[in-house]
């Protein structure tokens, strides 16, 4: 199968043209604590094709936004919408999420793929099987057998993004994917990234790579302090960024 991706829905119960999740919003977002918001956007939406980066500084929030959307984190005001309706346990599948460092399974490899397959509804054998060719598709084949806790950062990384795709999900959040990885297992995430984008998985990443960004990105969430200072274009938000504070981003100054 070409493309790193899995031909077939795992889920029957789709609407016409497959799409639950999207377009996916938030309105009035807020998540406070001890006083400060953490996050306060009146309105966000992504929709389409493609991916979407997600820039800023440290403790800007884009980690919290991320959960906040796939429905991890409950916001105290506004609400997240996945199509029509709030975030629902009987969606998740079509959404997966890889944190900054995996979460892997004490188990194979191979187990770690199976295990999210079977738990999808396919019986053991085949998600077994299925499993297999996830993990060749992602070269990761001959550490199939391997416990995936004793695999490097970057193999891990990669399993754990193999075990997100496997579902062929609609959407899929990336939280600084590639953030300690050399750069030979940075293409290979980026490849992977690029194949799952090719396959119509919406995309959304954090990164604090201006050049990852500019390489993968259709647009730009650019955060600073909770707030969403700026959802742009790709190539004007790199060209000529609106605000002040994505300007000294950009320019690597620090940013208060
Ligand atoms: N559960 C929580 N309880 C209290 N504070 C939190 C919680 N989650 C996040 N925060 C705070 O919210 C702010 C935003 O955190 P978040 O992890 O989203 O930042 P970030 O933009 O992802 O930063 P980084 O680039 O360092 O990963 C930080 O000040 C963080 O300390
Ligand atoms: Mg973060």
């Not at 400060?36 to 980066?53: C, F, M, P, V, Y």
């Not at 990384?157 to 994917?177: N, S």
Request: with cysteine; net charge positive; aromatic share 4%.
């Amino acid at each position: 199968m070409p493309d790193g991706t899995c031909a077939r829905p795992l889920q029957a119960d789709l609407p016409a043209g497959g799409r639950a999740i999207l377009p996916l919003s938030g309105r009035g977002l807020k998540v406070m604590h001890d006083g400060r918001a953490l996050l306060d956007l009146e309105e966000i939406q992504l929709s389409g094709q493609g991916l979407t980066a997600v820039m800023g500084p440290n403790g800007a929030g884009k980690s919290l936004l991320l959960r906040v959307l796939a429905g991890l984190v409950t916001p105290g005001r506004g609400a997240v919408l996945w199509g029509e309706v709030p975030p629902r346990r009987d969606l998740r599948n079509r959404l997966g999420f890889v944190f900054q460092n995996p979460v892997l399974l004490r188990r194979s490899a191979l187990a770690n793929v199976a295990y999210v397959l079977s738990h999808a509804g396919l019986s053991r054998k085949q998600a077994r099987s299925e499993a297999r060719s996830v993990l060749v598709r992602a070269r990761l084949g001959h550490l199939a057998d391997r416990p995936a806790r004793l695999l490097s950062g970057g193999e891990q990384q990669r399993l754990a993004l193999a075990r997100a795709l496997a579902l062929t999900p609609e959407v899929l959040f990336l939280d600084e994917p590639t953030a300690s990885l050399d750069p030979a297992s940075t293409l290979a995430i980026e490849e992977m990234i690029g194949a799952a984008r090719r396959g119509g998985t919406r995309l959304v990443l954090v990164s604090h790579d201006a050049g990852q960004a500019r390489r993968l990105a259709d647009e730009i969430l650019f955060l600073h302090r909770g707030r969403l200072i700026e959802h742009s274009r790709a190539e004007a938000f790199f060209e000529a960024p609106a605000s002040r504070e994505a300007r000294a981003y950009l320019a690597g100054e620090i940013l208060l």
